[in-house]
Protein backbone atom coordinates (compact mmCIF):
# COMPACT_ATOMS: atom_id res chain seq x y z
CA UNK A 1 0.00 0.00 0.00
CA UNK A 2 1.49 3.62 -0.56
CA UNK A 3 -0.61 6.56 -1.16
CA UNK A 4 1.54 7.83 -4.16
CA UNK A 5 2.80 6.29 -7.26
CA UNK A 6 5.09 7.34 -10.05
CA UNK A 7 4.26 7.86 -13.62
CA UNK A 8 7.21 8.39 -14.99
CA UNK A 9 9.12 10.78 -13.36
CA UNK A 10 6.06 12.61 -11.75
CA UNK A 11 5.02 12.07 -7.94
CA UNK A 12 1.07 11.55 -7.61
CA UNK A 13 -0.25 12.13 -4.48
CA UNK A 14 1.24 12.90 -0.71
CA UNK A 15 1.68 16.42 -0.88
CA UNK A 16 2.56 16.30 -5.02
CA UNK A 17 0.86 18.52 -6.61
CA UNK A 18 -2.70 17.41 -8.22
CA UNK A 19 -2.13 15.65 -11.38
CA UNK A 20 -4.62 17.26 -14.08
CA UNK A 21 -5.73 14.77 -16.79
CA UNK A 22 -7.51 16.03 -19.71
CA UNK A 23 -9.52 13.79 -21.48
CA UNK A 24 -9.99 13.92 -25.29
CA UNK A 25 -12.56 11.15 -25.86
CA UNK A 26 -15.01 12.03 -28.84
CA UNK A 27 -14.66 15.80 -29.12
CA UNK A 28 -11.98 15.83 -32.07
CA UNK A 29 -15.32 15.13 -34.55
CA UNK A 30 -12.93 12.69 -36.37
CA UNK A 31 -10.55 15.65 -37.04
CA UNK A 32 -6.46 14.95 -36.85
CA UNK A 33 -6.42 18.81 -37.03
CA UNK A 34 -9.00 19.46 -34.17
CA UNK A 35 -7.56 16.54 -32.34
CA UNK A 36 -4.03 18.51 -32.08
CA UNK A 37 -5.72 21.43 -31.85
CA UNK A 38 -7.65 20.09 -28.41
CA UNK A 39 -4.24 18.72 -26.84
CA UNK A 40 -2.26 22.24 -27.44
CA UNK A 41 -5.46 23.57 -25.97
CA UNK A 42 -5.30 21.30 -22.84
CA UNK A 43 -1.39 21.88 -22.58
CA UNK A 44 -1.62 25.59 -22.61
CA UNK A 45 -4.30 25.52 -19.90
CA UNK A 46 -1.88 23.89 -17.48
CA UNK A 47 -3.25 20.06 -18.10
CA UNK A 48 -0.30 17.88 -16.52
CA UNK A 49 -1.81 14.85 -19.23
CA UNK A 50 -3.37 13.99 -22.05
CA UNK A 51 -5.33 11.06 -22.21
CA UNK A 52 -7.13 9.03 -25.78
CA UNK A 53 -9.19 6.26 -25.78
CA UNK A 54 -8.17 3.38 -27.64
CA UNK A 55 -10.92 1.04 -29.22
CA UNK A 56 -12.81 0.81 -32.49
CA UNK A 57 -16.69 0.09 -33.00
CA UNK A 58 -15.72 -3.35 -33.86
CA UNK A 59 -13.66 -3.79 -30.61
CA UNK A 60 -16.69 -2.54 -28.16
CA UNK A 61 -20.08 -4.26 -29.57
CA UNK A 62 -21.56 -5.30 -33.29
CA UNK A 63 -22.89 -3.76 -35.89
CA UNK A 64 -26.88 -4.72 -34.31
CA UNK A 65 -29.95 -2.60 -34.60
CA UNK A 66 -31.34 -4.88 -32.14
CA UNK A 67 -33.00 -3.33 -28.64
CA UNK A 68 -30.54 -4.38 -27.11
CA UNK A 69 -27.62 -2.27 -28.66
CA UNK A 70 -29.69 0.92 -28.67
CA UNK A 71 -28.96 3.48 -25.73
CA UNK A 72 -31.82 3.90 -23.26
CA UNK A 73 -30.49 4.87 -20.18
CA UNK A 74 -31.74 8.65 -19.72
CA UNK A 75 -28.46 9.69 -21.19
CA UNK A 76 -27.26 12.29 -23.50
CA UNK A 77 -27.11 9.33 -26.29
CA UNK A 78 -30.72 7.75 -25.93
CA UNK A 79 -31.48 5.92 -29.45
CA UNK A 80 -28.98 5.39 -31.05
CA UNK A 81 -26.85 1.90 -31.38
CA UNK A 82 -23.93 1.32 -29.53
CA UNK A 83 -21.86 1.10 -33.05
CA UNK A 84 -23.40 4.18 -34.45
CA UNK A 85 -21.79 5.81 -31.41
CA UNK A 86 -18.75 4.66 -31.15
CA UNK A 87 -18.02 4.47 -34.79
CA UNK A 88 -18.50 8.63 -33.90
CA UNK A 89 -16.76 8.47 -30.79
CA UNK A 90 -13.29 6.49 -31.30
CA UNK A 91 -10.25 7.68 -31.72
CA UNK A 92 -8.23 6.48 -35.00
CA UNK A 93 -5.23 4.98 -33.51
CA UNK A 94 -2.68 6.01 -36.14
CA UNK A 95 -3.16 9.91 -34.38
CA UNK A 96 -1.38 7.97 -31.42
CA UNK A 97 2.42 9.13 -32.59
CA UNK A 98 1.14 12.61 -33.43
CA UNK A 99 -0.55 13.47 -30.23
CA UNK A 100 2.91 11.94 -28.94
CA UNK A 101 4.98 14.53 -30.18
CA UNK A 102 2.88 17.55 -28.93
CA UNK A 103 3.09 16.01 -25.56
CA UNK A 104 6.63 15.23 -25.86
CA UNK A 105 7.66 18.60 -26.74
CA UNK A 106 5.66 19.89 -23.67
CA UNK A 107 6.94 17.22 -21.39
CA UNK A 108 3.66 16.32 -20.65
CA UNK A 109 2.69 12.55 -21.05
CA UNK A 110 0.14 10.80 -23.16
CA UNK A 111 -1.34 7.87 -22.02
CA UNK A 112 -4.60 6.07 -23.40
CA UNK A 113 -7.76 3.77 -21.99
CA UNK A 114 -7.55 1.02 -23.74
CA UNK A 115 -10.79 -1.38 -23.86
CA UNK A 116 -9.75 -4.56 -25.09
CA UNK A 117 -5.87 -6.56 -25.26
CA UNK A 118 -5.76 -5.38 -28.67
CA UNK A 119 -5.75 -1.82 -27.49
CA UNK A 120 -3.16 -3.01 -24.82
CA UNK A 121 -1.17 -4.88 -27.33
CA UNK A 122 -0.78 -1.65 -29.67
CA UNK A 123 -0.33 0.88 -26.99
CA UNK A 124 2.60 -0.63 -25.50
CA UNK A 125 4.10 -1.01 -28.59
CA UNK A 126 3.34 3.40 -28.58
CA UNK A 127 5.37 2.96 -25.08
CA UNK A 128 2.59 4.44 -22.74
CA UNK A 129 3.55 5.04 -19.63
CA UNK A 130 0.42 4.64 -17.55
CA UNK A 131 -2.93 2.73 -17.79
CA UNK A 132 -6.18 4.47 -17.57
CA UNK A 133 -9.26 1.50 -16.84
CA UNK A 134 -12.78 2.99 -18.12
CA UNK A 135 -15.56 2.47 -15.08
CA UNK A 136 -17.34 0.40 -17.76
CA UNK A 137 -14.40 -1.97 -17.85
CA UNK A 138 -13.38 -1.94 -14.03
CA UNK A 139 -15.68 -5.45 -13.81
CA UNK A 140 -13.34 -6.68 -17.07
CA UNK A 141 -11.03 -9.00 -15.06
CA UNK A 142 -9.07 -9.99 -17.97
CA UNK A 143 -7.85 -6.44 -19.21
CA UNK A 144 -7.54 -5.39 -16.11
CA UNK A 145 -4.88 -8.51 -15.54
CA UNK A 146 -3.67 -8.25 -19.27
CA UNK A 147 -2.70 -4.37 -17.79
CA UNK A 148 -1.61 -5.14 -14.78
CA UNK A 149 1.14 -7.31 -16.10
CA UNK A 150 2.75 -4.79 -17.60
CA UNK A 151 3.97 -3.46 -14.54
CA UNK A 152 2.92 -0.40 -15.90
CA UNK A 153 1.05 2.07 -13.40
CA UNK A 154 -2.98 2.16 -13.11
CA UNK A 155 -5.79 4.43 -12.45
CA UNK A 156 -9.15 2.89 -12.57
CA UNK A 157 -12.44 4.85 -12.37
CA UNK A 158 -14.80 3.28 -10.04
CA UNK A 159 -18.29 4.90 -11.63
CA UNK A 160 -21.08 2.51 -10.66
CA UNK A 161 -19.03 0.06 -8.82
CA UNK A 162 -19.77 -1.61 -5.51
CA UNK A 163 -17.58 -1.54 -2.87
CA UNK A 164 -16.83 -5.78 -3.16
CA UNK A 165 -16.33 -5.09 -7.14
CA UNK A 166 -13.51 -2.25 -6.37
CA UNK A 167 -12.16 -4.82 -4.14
CA UNK A 168 -11.95 -7.40 -6.71
CA UNK A 169 -10.33 -5.25 -9.80
CA UNK A 170 -8.00 -3.83 -6.74
CA UNK A 171 -7.26 -7.21 -5.65
CA UNK A 172 -7.31 -8.55 -9.54
CA UNK A 173 -4.48 -5.65 -10.10
CA UNK A 174 -2.00 -6.01 -7.26
CA UNK A 175 -2.39 -9.86 -7.81
CA UNK A 176 -0.68 -9.63 -11.02
CA UNK A 177 2.31 -7.64 -9.55
CA UNK A 178 1.08 -3.97 -9.97
CA UNK A 179 2.41 -1.80 -7.47
CA UNK A 180 1.67 1.84 -8.80
CA UNK A 181 -1.99 1.98 -8.62
CA UNK A 182 -4.63 4.88 -8.15
CA UNK A 183 -8.20 4.99 -8.46
CA UNK A 184 -10.67 7.46 -9.26
CA UNK A 185 -14.16 8.03 -7.96
CA UNK A 186 -16.62 8.76 -10.61
CA UNK A 187 -20.69 9.02 -11.32
CA UNK A 188 -20.68 7.63 -14.91
CA UNK A 189 -23.68 9.75 -15.31
CA UNK A 190 -23.02 12.06 -18.61
CA UNK A 191 -23.76 14.78 -17.18
CA UNK A 192 -23.41 13.74 -13.48
CA UNK A 193 -25.15 15.65 -11.53
CA UNK A 194 -23.29 17.12 -8.02
CA UNK A 195 -25.82 15.95 -5.52
CA UNK A 196 -25.17 12.60 -6.89
CA UNK A 197 -21.13 12.56 -6.91
CA UNK A 198 -20.57 11.93 -3.14
CA UNK A 199 -17.10 13.25 -2.86
CA UNK A 200 -16.60 12.34 1.06
CA UNK A 201 -16.00 8.42 -0.70
CA UNK A 202 -12.65 9.50 -1.83
CA UNK A 203 -11.37 9.50 1.34
CA UNK A 204 -12.65 6.36 2.10
CA UNK A 205 -11.52 4.69 -0.97
CA UNK A 206 -8.16 5.91 0.28
CA UNK A 207 -8.72 4.37 3.88
CA UNK A 208 -9.65 1.11 2.42
CA UNK A 209 -7.34 0.73 -0.13
CA UNK A 210 -4.20 2.52 0.80
CA UNK A 211 -3.77 4.33 -2.91
CA UNK A 212 -3.82 7.35 -4.14
CA UNK A 213 -7.14 8.24 -5.29
CA UNK A 214 -8.53 11.35 -7.36
CA UNK A 215 -11.41 12.21 -8.96
CA UNK A 216 -12.71 11.65 -13.17
CA UNK A 217 -15.48 14.68 -13.43
CA UNK A 218 -18.42 14.81 -15.95
CA UNK A 219 -20.48 16.77 -13.95
CA UNK A 220 -21.07 20.75 -15.74
CA UNK A 221 -18.52 23.32 -14.33
CA UNK A 222 -15.60 23.06 -11.90
CA UNK A 223 -17.33 23.23 -8.52
CA UNK A 224 -16.87 19.35 -8.28
CA UNK A 225 -13.35 19.61 -9.15
CA UNK A 226 -12.26 21.73 -6.65
CA UNK A 227 -14.34 20.53 -3.90
CA UNK A 228 -12.84 16.86 -4.70
CA UNK A 229 -9.36 18.13 -4.42
CA UNK A 230 -10.50 20.06 -0.90
CA UNK A 231 -11.41 16.09 0.63
CA UNK A 232 -8.42 15.28 -0.74
CA UNK A 233 -8.30 14.36 -4.34
CA UNK A 234 -4.89 14.09 -5.89
CA UNK A 235 -5.83 13.42 -9.73
CA UNK A 236 -8.93 15.32 -11.23
CA UNK A 237 -9.62 14.25 -15.11
CA UNK A 238 -11.84 16.83 -17.31
CA UNK A 239 -12.80 16.09 -20.60
CA UNK A 240 -12.16 19.23 -22.74
CA UNK A 241 -13.29 20.74 -25.99
CA UNK A 242 -12.63 23.56 -28.19
CA UNK A 243 -16.28 24.73 -27.95
CA UNK A 244 -19.71 23.66 -26.71
CA UNK A 245 -21.44 24.84 -29.73
CA UNK A 246 -19.98 22.56 -32.09
CA UNK A 247 -21.80 19.10 -31.97
CA UNK A 248 -20.09 16.08 -30.53
CA UNK A 249 -21.16 12.83 -28.21
CA UNK A 250 -18.98 15.01 -25.19
CA UNK A 251 -19.43 18.46 -25.51
CA UNK A 252 -22.07 19.08 -22.82
CA UNK A 253 -20.17 17.97 -20.38
CA UNK A 254 -16.49 19.37 -21.70
CA UNK A 255 -14.80 22.23 -20.62
CA UNK A 256 -13.56 25.18 -23.22
CA UNK A 257 -9.85 25.83 -22.93
CA UNK A 258 -10.69 29.00 -20.79
CA UNK A 259 -12.58 27.13 -18.34
CA UNK A 260 -10.15 24.04 -18.43
CA UNK A 261 -7.61 27.08 -17.51
CA UNK A 262 -9.62 28.02 -15.05
CA UNK A 263 -10.17 24.57 -13.37
CA UNK A 264 -6.17 24.27 -13.39
CA UNK A 265 -5.75 27.34 -10.89
CA UNK A 266 -9.19 26.87 -8.69
CA UNK A 267 -7.62 23.65 -7.80
CA UNK A 268 -4.40 24.39 -7.59
CA UNK A 269 -5.44 26.99 -5.23
CA UNK A 270 -7.85 24.83 -3.62
CA UNK A 271 -4.83 22.32 -2.64
CA UNK A 272 -2.94 25.02 -0.99
CA UNK A 273 -5.89 26.09 0.73
CA UNK A 274 -5.92 22.98 2.51
CA UNK A 275 -2.63 23.10 3.82
CA UNK A 276 -2.11 21.21 7.25
CA UNK A 277 -3.51 21.36 10.79
CA UNK A 278 -2.26 24.77 12.17
CA UNK A 279 -3.12 27.21 15.05
CA UNK A 280 -1.75 30.09 15.58
CA UNK A 281 -0.71 33.26 13.30
CA UNK A 282 1.11 32.30 10.07
CA UNK A 283 3.99 33.95 8.95
CA UNK A 284 2.04 36.58 7.59
CA UNK A 285 -0.14 37.18 10.22
CA UNK A 286 2.91 37.83 12.87
CA UNK A 287 2.26 41.46 11.64
CA UNK A 288 -1.34 41.48 12.04
CA UNK A 289 -1.31 41.44 15.38
CA UNK A 290 -0.47 45.05 16.60
CA UNK A 291 -4.34 45.25 15.37
CA UNK A 292 -6.14 43.24 17.85
CA UNK A 293 -7.82 45.06 21.14
CA UNK A 294 -6.19 46.00 24.45
CA UNK A 295 -7.05 48.55 26.87
CA UNK A 296 -6.09 52.28 26.52
CA UNK A 297 -6.41 55.56 28.09
CA UNK A 298 -9.16 57.61 25.85
CA UNK A 299 -8.69 60.58 27.88
CA UNK A 300 -5.92 61.98 29.81
CA UNK A 301 -5.42 60.49 33.06
CA UNK A 302 -4.22 62.33 36.18
CA UNK A 303 -2.30 60.51 38.80
CA UNK A 304 -4.02 58.57 41.33
CA UNK A 305 -7.49 59.23 38.78
CA UNK A 306 -9.85 56.13 38.89
CA UNK A 307 -9.88 54.21 35.98
CA UNK A 308 -13.59 54.15 34.44
CA UNK A 309 -15.27 53.39 31.36
CA UNK A 310 -15.48 56.95 30.53
CA UNK A 311 -11.48 57.02 30.13
CA UNK A 312 -10.30 53.12 29.31
CA UNK A 313 -11.84 51.58 26.57
CA UNK A 314 -10.60 48.02 24.95
CA UNK A 315 -9.93 49.53 21.29
CA UNK A 316 -7.29 49.16 18.47
CA UNK A 317 -4.24 48.68 18.41
CA UNK A 318 -2.61 45.85 20.62
CA UNK A 319 0.11 46.73 23.26
CA UNK A 320 -1.56 47.29 25.92
CA UNK A 321 -3.27 44.73 28.64
CA UNK A 322 -6.08 42.19 27.04
CA UNK A 323 -9.48 42.95 26.67
CA UNK A 324 -10.19 40.50 29.23
CA UNK A 325 -8.35 42.70 32.28
CA UNK A 326 -10.52 45.67 31.90
CA UNK A 327 -12.63 44.38 34.87
CA UNK A 328 -9.68 43.98 37.03
CA UNK A 329 -8.14 47.37 35.82
CA UNK A 330 -11.93 49.59 36.24
CA UNK A 331 -11.80 51.13 40.01
CA UNK A 332 -8.31 50.96 40.10
CA UNK A 333 -6.06 54.30 39.95
CA UNK A 334 -3.28 55.57 37.74
CA UNK A 335 -0.16 55.59 39.53
CA UNK A 336 1.27 58.58 37.36
CA UNK A 337 -0.09 60.86 34.93
CA UNK A 338 -1.05 59.11 31.67
CA UNK A 339 -1.50 60.43 28.43
CA UNK A 340 -4.61 59.89 26.23
CA UNK A 341 -3.92 56.99 23.32
CA UNK A 342 -1.06 55.60 25.72
CA UNK A 343 -1.83 51.11 25.81
CA UNK A 344 -2.27 50.43 29.42
CA UNK A 345 0.19 47.98 31.60
CA UNK A 346 0.48 47.13 34.80
CA UNK A 347 2.77 49.79 35.39
CA UNK A 348 0.47 52.51 35.03
CA UNK A 349 -2.04 50.81 37.87
CA UNK A 350 -2.50 51.20 41.76
CA UNK A 351 -3.94 48.83 44.61
CA UNK A 352 -7.82 48.88 44.50
CA UNK A 353 -9.52 52.08 44.79
CA UNK A 354 -10.72 52.98 48.41
Not at 272 to 298: H, N, Q
Not at 314 to 321: D, Q, T, V, Y
Amino acid sequence: MADEIFIKDRRIGGDAPVYVIAEISANHGQSLDRCLQLVSAALDAGADAVKLQTYTPDTMTIDSDRPEFRVDSGTIWDGRTLYDLYEEAHTPWDWYPRVQELCDAAGKHLFSTPFDETAVDYLERQNVPAWKIASFELVDLPLIERCASTGLPMIISTGMATLSEIDEAVSCARNVGAKELALLRTNSGYPARPEEMNLRTIADLRERFGVPVGLSDHTLGIGAAVAAVALGACIVEKHICLSRDVPGPDVQFSLEPDEFAGMVEEVRSAQKAVGDVVYGPTARELSRLKFRRSLSAVTDIAEHETFTRENVRNIRPAGGLPPKSLNLVLGRRANRAIERGTPLTWDHVQGPAS
